[in-house]
């Protein structure tokens, strides 16, 4: 059975820093890519960023191009987002996802998620 497990999420202020790491079992991540979403209240759930599990290339999300980095580690099945210079607006549900690369920035796109890990941004 895959599972994604998020953990790392907590309260920071604004120019901190928080690393968030998913931890996969099973084969999730063989299905090639690896993404960050996030969901604030009453928005739709956004693309933040994403790695291709192969290769190492790493897709961002204009919005924290520069502030975020997405790194894996194969040996530990894990991705981590690691988030600098957090902004009010970075506050939201943070997900973790498995899919394919093809249309990666659709949520519609991942066959396996996360239950979510909450990152709040005080100013």
């Known amino acids: 059975q895959v599972q994604l497990v998020e953990s790392g999420g907590g309260l920071v202020q604004a120019g901190g820093s928080l690393r968030l790491s998913c931890a996969a079992s099973?084969?999730?991540?063989?299905?090639?890519?690896a993404a960050w979403f996030r969901q604030a209240p009453g928005k739709e759930r956004e693309f933040v960023g994403g790695?291709?599990?192969?290769?190492?290339?790493?897709y961002y999300a204009d919005s924290v191009k520069g502030r975020f980095t997405i790194s894996r580690d194969n040996a530990k099945n894990t991705v981590y987002l690691q988030m600098n210079s957090l902004k009010p607006e970075d506050t939201a549900i943070y997900y973790c996802?498995?899919?394919?690369?093809?249309?990666?920035?659709?949520?519609?796109?991942?066959?396996?998620w996360g239950q979510g890990t909450q990152v709040t941004v005080s100013s």
């Open positions: 996802a498995a899919g394919s690369f093809i249309a990666y920035t659709r949520p519609a796109n991942y066959e396996y």
């Open positions: 099973g084969r999730a991540f063989s299905s090639s890519f």
């Open positions: 790695i291709r599990w192969t290769s190492g290339s790493t």
